[in-house]
């Protein structure tokens, strides 16, 4: 089959690669009709994780038809059409069975051996098309993919949704949603989103749907801020005085929450900086590691309440395909570019670069 694999820093190719084979009982063999590249895909692109090796297969957004099952699925079947969760859950352990899915002790092959075990003090669960610090799964920028645990991993698709209504419900959204509701909004309460990437777009709306009254979208990507005010947040360019006009729209007060959903620490400096007394502050962009100048003291002194981690995308997604189902939200308005499988190397060069106004890539092998 035809897949996209990493070969080093700012270096993929539509290779071809053996097909997948069911390995496990409870394995599901799915041929992907749409998959996508999300942003911390471009962190694997730049380079930044120091455990992928080259010919690991990318993506872990994607949607397909299951063509073959193992002896012990019971809930999926051959010829169902699935969104499948980018995090891989064994729903077994500890933490699945309180919904703490994406720390699943049996779904990364490799945990208490890793490097992510020593700096961490326990070694995180597994991810599609990610490094094998997650375990080194191949990912579903590809024509198939095995899925581990399908009976938990998959979720069938209604038939009234398209592959691109239904893609994001196994990552995005999710974490769109739990960015907002981390927030614990009340009616009235203004939220900051740092970083209008598909989260940040998907957490604006997130955030009206639990009762925001106004948003206040930040970024400096002409397209991303657009993008933002048709959802009805007020648009804020951060090349500008930031603080200064957020104190301006707030009545001095600041923001009753903010939410990061970028994944910089200068970013998550100001939220801390600019939210409220008493405020909330959601991180939903990916840290690693230990953060320079992180401010404790300041969040300690206004009375701060962080919340932050990995998406639990197995305990939101039935909730939210049904708010997909219902209209409520329509998560494919973060697309902007639709392309073919073996083009996806033009593109991610193309969404790296912000060219083209990128905010979202979809493709069909």
Not at 107 to 112: D, E, L
Not at 217 to 232: F, W, Y
Request: charged share 20%; hydrophobic share 45%.
């Amino acid at each position: 089959m035809k897949a996209c694999v990493w070969r080093g820093k700012h270096d993929v190719r539509i290779d071809d690669v053996p097909d997948p084979a069911l390995v496990n009982p409870h394995d599901a063999i799915v041929r992907v009709t749409l998959t996508a590249i999300c942003g911390s895909d471009l962190h694997l692109y730049n380079g930044l994780d120091p455990a992928m090796k080259s010919g690991d297969i990318l993506g872990h957004e994607f949607v397909g038809r299951v063509v073959a099952t193992g002896t012990a699925c019971d809930k999926v079947k051959v010829g169902d059409r699935v969104v499948v969760m980018c995090s891989i859950a064994c729903g077994r352990c500890w933490f699945c069975r309180h919904d703490l899915t994406s720390a699943c002790d049996n779904a990364n092959p490799i945990a208490g051996h890793t490097a992510l075990e020593l700096a961490y003090g326990h070694a995180g669960g597994a991810l599609f098309g990610s490094s094998h610090l997650y375990g080194g799964y191949a990912g579903g920028q590809a024509e198939y993919v095995r899925v581990p645990f399908a009976d938990i991993g998959c979720m069938a698709i209604p038939a009234e949704l398209s592959d691109e209504q239904a893609i994001f419900v196994g990552d995005v959204l999710p974490t769109g949603w739990m960015a907002a509701e981390s927030c614990d909004i009340e009616p009235g309460d203004t939220i900051a989103v740092f970083g209008c990437g598909p989260v940040g777009q998907l957490a604006i709306r997130c955030a009206f749907l639990l009762g925001a009254e106004r948003v206040i979208a930040i970024d400096s990507v002409p397209e991303r801020l657009a993008m933002a005010g048709d959802s009805g947040a007020i648009e804020l360019d951060d090349r500008g005085d930031v603080v200064r006009r957020l104190d301006e729209l707030t009545g001095g007060r600041g923001p009753d929450a903010c939410i990061d959903a970028v994944g910089r620490a200068s970013a998550l400096r100001t939220a801390i900086y600019v939210v409220r007394k008493g405020g909330r502050v959601s991180i939903a962009g990916v840290y690693a590691g230990v953060v320079d100048k992180f401010p404790l003291g300041v969040a300690f002194a206004k009375g701060l309440t962080l919340r932050m981690g990995q998406t639990q995308f197995h305990a939101y997604a039935p909730s939210l395909l049904r708010r997909v189902q219902a209209r409520e939200i329509d998560p494919a308005f973060v697309i902007t570019h639709r392309v073919q499988l073996d083009e996806l190397p033009d593109a991610y060069r193309m969404f790296d670069a912000r060219r083209d106004g990128c905010i979202k890539v979809v493709a069909r092998p």
